[in-house]
């Protein structure tokens, strides 16, 4: 290592003056996909100002990482942290987990008009008060004015803002109201949020046709954002749903990300090599498509998604299908002595079958969450393994439940179970892959990757010891092996403890990379440990 030649040093005589932090002895691995060296790293103010071996300058706080790993801090491209950043400002469920960004308003569900939002809230937050804010600009500025302790970029939720101007409606939207939902995009869009999210599988977007949302996607494509989705199918019309994404991608102009990509239902297990390749043979052709995954073979949603569906009684519903013992409640408020435990086991204390036993939970109320068995291991390993995949956690912050452990756990668990312990993965790949990659594809500027002019967003971990610890029965806890979190230069983690600290900022929509820059940046990754196709 010591063999590597230095790269992005600054000057020392132009930093030594506002020096305040030096971060010495870590291996360095920058976040563009290319193996760690020890080097040291000073930060002034909110950015990195030297990456150097050996730096000659002293910092009025010295901090020994000798034996820990740096990276970028982690971007969880996937969150429902929108309500949670208000209601526990410190989120140490990420910020312990390494991350110091998180990207709110997927799945259709966004933050504006808040009549509508604040019924998500619901679902996520029973019975929490928030503040009243006006449009995305009025979320967005809020968090300004009140720091959480991570940086948030927003999306706005297609549903959310179908809700509002056509209520549950299943038609197509007239010209007024298309023209209305337009309107609210382009609130969002100049407020600086980075583009807009569907939820297809859910009230009311799934209602939406493909005219609609490539309309609507040409509003984001505009003004330079992205489309991201959560498709219409996951199990058998996976393909399908994958083409219509790819379609709105190629008719609006916006760059698509499939998001928490998968294979669901029994009978499906065993394609996602070749949904991988269908996504990258329209790469080929010119539509520009990423994918994001949590790295679990079960997922979580409201239970009132599963039962719109039909998912207990039929094999061919959207989730494919589900049995009861498939399906554990994460949350019930009502009854939360049945968190944790399945519909199967439920409906024999209840004498009934699970899918009534279902229909009594959700009657008894509709603000349950739920985690669903749904996936094989191999194709979490297939989807994992391809270079391109973005991480994003996909975590449902009820904290009052037994919530899935991917909300503390996704990013440790790459890291330790499936690069270092399986190797599906290289580690410099998979610290591309929750850094550099991610900030390209959101174009979140100067974040994502550690040289002299960034921001220092930053993670130490210990490699050897990395590890997440909660499991299905004991979903809250705090991985192992994550000893340090910078955001914009200040400590928001010191040996392992939250600092209490509050340095997160709003991250506004800026213009993309070019096309061709992203693709230097994937080839610089293209160390993954069993790859062959990029997404
Ligand atoms: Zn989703």
Redesign the pocket.
């Known amino acids: 290592m010591a063999a590597q030649p230095e790269r992005g040093t600054a000057p020392p005589s132009a930093a030594a003056s506002s020096i305040e932090t030096v971060l010495r002895g870590a291996t360095v691995y920058d976040g563009t996909g290319s193996e760690g060296i020890i080097v040291d790293v000073a930060l002034a103010d909110d950015r990195i100002v030297a990456v150097s071996r050996d730096l000659d300058i002293e910092g009025s706080n010295e901090i020994d990482l000798s034996g820990l790993s740096l990276a970028p801090g982690f971007i969880d491209t996937h969150t429902h942290d929108d309500f949670a950043v208000i209601l526990h400002p410190e989120m140490a469920f990420k910020v312990r987990g390494g991350v110091t960004t998180s990207i709110v308003g ?2 259709g569900m966004g933050t504006a008009p808040h009549h509508q939002a604040v019924q998500v809230a619901q679902s996520f937050h029973p019975d929490a008060e928030l503040p009243v804010w006006e449009g995305y600009g009025g979320y967005l500025d809020l968090l300004e004015d009140a720091p959480a302790s991570i940086n948030i970029a927003a999306l706005m939720g297609h549903g959310t803002i179908r809700a509002a101007v056509m209520g549950p409606r299943d038609t197509a939207p007239t010209s007024e109201q298309l023209a209305a939902m337009s309107e609210m995009l382009v609130e969002g869009l100049d407020a600086g949020c980075l583009g807009m999210s569907t ?1 297809l599988i859910y009230e009311p977007g799934r209602h939406a046709t493909t005219d609609e949302l490539a309309a609507l996607a040409s509003v984001v494509a505009a003004a330079g954002g992205i489309y991201t989705s ?1 498709i219409r199918n996951e199990a058998d019309h996976l393909e399908q749903s994958i083409d219509e994404a790819i379609e709105i991608g190629r008719r609006s102009g916006a760059p698509v990300v499939i ?2 990509l998968k294979v669901t239902g029994k009978r499906n297990w065993g394609t996602a090599q070749r949904v991988l390749d269908q996504i990258a043979a329209a790469r080929s052709t010119g539509v520009d498509v990423a994918a994001d995954q949590y790295p679990y073979t079960a997922g979580s ?1 409201v239970l009132s998604a599963i039962l719109d569906q039909g998912a207990l009684r039929n094999e061919a519903s959207p989730f494919g299908g589900l049995s009861g013992d498939d399906v554990a409640i994460a949350s019930c408020p009502a009854h939360p002595e049945w968190n944790g435990r399945t519909l199967t086991d439920i409906g024999a204390e209840l004498g009934m079958n699970a899918a009534d036993a279902a229909d009594h939970v959700i009657a008894t109320d509709l603000r349950t969450n739920i985690i669903l068995h749904s996936m094989s291991e191999d194709d979490v390993q297939t989807i994992l393994a391809t270079e391109g995949i973005m991480i994003g956690s ?1 975590g449902l912050p009820t904290l009052e439940g037994q919530p899935h452990p991917r909300l503390y756990g996704t990013f440790a668990r790459v890291l330790g179970h499936y690069s270092r312990d399986l190797g599906v993965l290289s580690l410099a790949a998979a610290i591309h892959r929750m850094t550099e990659r991610p900030a390209d594809v959101f174009g979140l500027v100067d974040r994502g990757v550690i040289r002299p002019g960034a921001v220092a967003d930053l993670v130490a971990f210990d490699a050897e010891t990395v590890i997440d610890t909660g499991t299905f029965d004991d979903p809250q806890r705090y991985p192992t092996g994550i000893e340090w979190v910078w955001v914009s230069g200040v400590a928001v983690v010191a040996g392992g403890e939250h600092t209490g600290k509050r340095p997160g900022r709003v991250l506004r929509r800026s213009p993309r990379r070019a096309a061709s820059d992203t693709a230097a940046s994937n080839t610089a990754a293209s160390n993954t440990a069993a790859s062959n196709t990029a997404v």
């Open positions: 997927n799945c939820g959560h998001s928490h949603t996909d």
